[in-house]
């Protein structure tokens, strides 16, 4: 193979595209402000921005701040970012200040595009958006871009860090593929362009890393600028959807959706939902709903220590489980550092398969938790069983040790997400002069449910679920836990606030 093969890019790629097929939709970008782009256009104003931004000084190895919400100007920033070489930092756009500072000192971007450019030294998207189209055909070819993208962490636990895990815009082989070849996204084998839709936050590297990894697999996406379930509904029926990936507070909303039973979901070929803190009785219905071959459960996480997935059908086996380790051997360790027998919970920790180190990178003050022998953990606690199967309980930070015992925050969510009245819930634990820390749950109720008298119903329905010194011994009612559109907590500053209540 030609060096120049070697390196073909994304952008390549896509410009390879673009020139099969000009006219056909990539891209439609949904609700009042949004468009539709065709291949064509796709890359002329890609090819029209990556000029403007190599005369703002952006060059191969610089970085891009796109502090934006889902929207054109997301998906054009970024191509022309890495049309010249450049790495991504995606941002919330609604990131205090202070921790945008940090986060922005960490990654000192050449350039930041924001909705209005209302910061000093900041881009406005429109300004952005007002380059003038230009043939990619006149321009040098694309340059590879590694690291391809820099994600912000650690706001929810501890000072804001950013990772930058190993990979870079080089096209490789074959896309992503499950056991036996089979993409996770959809059968693409005969170019019929198959439709993802696009319904998480492009800040979360999930959604960032499907959107560009689909595109380039010649798919034509649709996005959608914010979460809402019967809209999303709408369009798997109107689109023809052949797959999207939601996180588990997308999945409980959409089977609180009064049509879900009436929907036509039949186009989706894979479903991929993050597994982790999805209660058994949500997994169950959804795959109800979708279909055990359909749903697609996967784990991993920022720092790229590893990936598993596992089919619903095969999850009905071994409910609970997000499959076997693909990239790395893992083990479960106590808190000394010693491996526990299969089945016994403990930190997972991963090594990658064959030796060697991992290759991901921190920015600022993290270390990641770390064994002899090249053994890594962000923190996650789990058990594997004699198979090599993985089953997530919970992050070591959320656990509460209450009266000497362990209560998994996931376990008593889950089981008070089984109750009618409950929307939305955070389990957390504060000081307690008796148990050390008590289970305090922060509930968020159905619009139908009266408050009256429902903390003593929510404490039977746990103990009837869970052993009862996991119930929550306090409960407090709310409109909003403040999630992200990730579905992401702040569980510390939900402790602090309630701490400093009582101080």
Known sequence: MAASEQCETWLDRIEALAREHPDLTAITITGDDGETLSWRDLTWRI???????????????????????????????????????????PLRWDMPPPERAHVLKLGQPVVIVSEQGDVEGELAASTMLAAPPIDPASLPPPLPASPAWMIASGGSTGTPKLISPDGDTVLGEGGMRVSGGQSLF?????????????????????????????????????????????????????????????????????????TIKDRDLSSVENAILGAGATPEWAVRQWIDVIGGDTLLMGYGMSEGLTASFIRGSEWLERPGSVGQSILADVRVSDEDGNEVQAGEVGELYFRPKGGGEHAFRYFGDAKIRSLPGGWASVGDLGRVDADGYMFIVDRRTDMIVSGGANVFVSEVEGALLGHDGVA??????????????????????KDSADPDGLEDELRSHCKTRLASYKAPRTVEFVDDLGRSEAGKLNRQALVRAREEENT
């Not at 403007?52 to 970085?63: D, I």
């Not at 809209?231 to 797959?243: A, K, P, S």
């Open 47 to 89: 090819a029209g921005i990556a000029q403007l931004f190599a005369e703002r000084g952006v060059q191969q190895g610089s970085t891009v701040c796109l502090r934006l919400p889902n929207c054109t100007a997301f998906v054009l920033g970024a191509f022309a970012a890495w049309r010249l070489g450049a790495t991504i930092l």
């Open 186 to 258: 959809a059968d693409n084998s005969d170019h019929r362009h198959p439709v993802h839709l696009v319904c998480a936050p492009l800040y979360h590297t999930h959604a960032f890393s499907l959107l560009f990894r689909t595109l380039v697999e010649d798919f034509r996406l649709v996005l959608m600028p914010k979460f809402d379930a019967e809209c999303f509904l709408d369009l798997v029926e109107q689109e023809h959807v052949n797959f999207f990936a939601i996180v588990p507070t997308m999945v409980i909303r959409l089977l609180a959706s009064p």
């Open 424 to 445: 939305d819930v955070a389990v957390i634990g504060l000081p307690d002069l008796e148990w050390g820390r008590r289970v305090h749950a922060i509930v968020v109720l």
